[in-house]
């Protein structure tokens, strides 16, 4: 007869099961972190550098960064900032592919932005290996003040601060990464001191890239380059007539009416 507490056990073991192993750090294009373990992306496949319309002086920047930290020379922690569906989150994983492409030994981490506490072991773990990794935070924001604080201190370098081989990239909607309420600062400090903490964070990052909206002939202009890659038939008024449907413009819409084109001539994107 099977002992009861191991029949217990075997029951807790299916409800809760053990984390998977952990991803070979050396193995893949991309990870995901949790705050627990490195997983391998699934599908990582970045958008051809060249397909990013508008932003060639961001993408210089950001891509001559990343090949820097590559070689293992001193790179700068990255700051994209701006308008929604300008093309950030794109960016980013375009210019790693891009480097990976010409032959650069880095990686994408993508970590959310409720792991931030966790960054220091996800330092730890990449510290030796002999790889370069780019750790990535989307769409970041901040419910109090002390978030930001704990961020910055990682920026600062100090005692669990990031490793050589590890840079952060992060993208928010604006410049200034401040709290989602300012009221929740301490009342006992000089407010003027509480908007300049919260304002300093921004300061810690080398490379500051804004993006901004985008107008009509710009994203007109995205929607050219989209169809001409996959040889689709290009109409500039259906395009604007799409997205003053959707009520905006960006690149996040252009691609959108793209796949709705691509769909209706029945091909892949």
């Given at each position: 007869?099977?002992?009861?507490?191991?029949?217990?056990?075997?029951?807790?073991?299916?409800?809760?099961?053990?984390?998977?192993?952990?991803?070979?750090?050396?193995?893949?294009p991309a990870y995901g972190w949790d705050g627990a373990v490195?997983?391998?992306?699934?599908?990582?496949?970045?958008?051809?550098?060249?397909?990013?319309?508008?932003?060639?002086?961001?993408?210089?920047?950001?891509?001559?960064?990343?090949?820097?930290?590559?070689?293992?020379?001193?790179?700068?922690?990255?700051?994209?900032?701006?308008?929604?569906?300008?093309?950030?989150?794109?960016?980013?994983?375009?210019?790693?592919?891009?480097?990976?492409?010409?032959?650069?030994?880095?990686?994408?981490?993508?970590?959310?932005?409720?792991?931030?506490?966790?960054?220091?072991?996800?330092?730890?773990?990449?510290?030796?290996?002999?790889?370069a990794f780019v750790v990535f935070v989307d769409d970041l924001g901040f419910d109090t003040p002390?978030?930001?604080?704990?961020?910055?201190?990682?920026?600062?370098?100090?005692?669990?601060?990031?490793?050589?081989?590890?840079?952060?990239?992060?993208?928010?909607?604006?410049?200034?990464?401040?709290?989602?309420?300012?009221?929740?600062?301490?009342?006992?400090?000089?407010?003027?001191?509480?908007?300049?903490?919260?304002?300093?964070?921004?300061?810690?990052?080398?490379?500051?890239?804004?993006?901004?909206?985008?107008?009509?002939?710009?994203?007109?202009?995205?929607?050219?380059?989209?169809?001409?890659?996959?040889?689709?038939?290009?109409?500039?008024?259906?395009?604007?007539?799409?997205?003053?449907?959707?009520?905006?413009?960006?690149?996040?819409?252009?691609?959108?009416?793209?796949?709705?084109?691509?769909?209706?001539?029945?091909?892949?994107?």
């Amino acid at each position: 007869m099977t002992d009861p507490l191991l029949r217990i056990a075997a029951a807790l073991e299916r409800l809760s099961p053990p984390p998977p192993p952990a991803a070979d750090p050396l193995a893949h294009p991309a990870y995901g972190w949790d705050g627990a373990v490195l997983s391998a992306a699934r599908g990582f496949r970045p958008l051809p550098i060249e397909r990013l319309v508008g932003i060639e002086a961001q993408r210089d920047a950001l891509t001559a960064n990343l090949d820097r930290l590559a070689r293992r020379a001193a790179a700068h922690d990255v700051l994209l900032w701006g308008a929604r569906g300008t093309g950030k989150s794109a960016l980013v994983k375009a210019a790693v592919g891009q480097v990976q492409a010409a032959g650069g030994r880095l990686a994408l981490v993508e970590a959310p932005a409720t792991a931030l506490a966790k960054l220091p072991a996800l330092f730890a773990l990449l510290a030796s290996v002999e790889r370069a990794f780019v750790v990535f935070v989307d769409d970041l924001g901040f419910d109090t003040p002390a978030d930001g604080r704990a961020l910055r201190s990682l920026l600062e370098g100090g005692a669990e601060g990031r490793p050589s081989n590890v840079r952060l990239i992060v993208t928010a909607n604006r410049r200034h990464l401040v709290p989602r309420d300012l009221k929740e600062q301490d009342s006992a400090i000089n407010p003027r001191d509480g908007i300049d903490d919260a304002l300093a964070l921004a300061d810690r990052f080398g490379l500051s890239l804004g993006f901004h909206v985008v107008d009509q002939d710009h994203y007109v202009a995205i929607v050219e380059r989209y169809c001409a890659a996959y040889d689709l038939p290009f109409d500039g008024q259906e395009a604007i007539n799409w997205a003053t449907k959707r009520g905006s413009r960006s690149g996040r819409v252009a691609w959108q009416y793209v796949t709705e084109l691509a769909g209706r001539h029945g091909k892949a994107v």
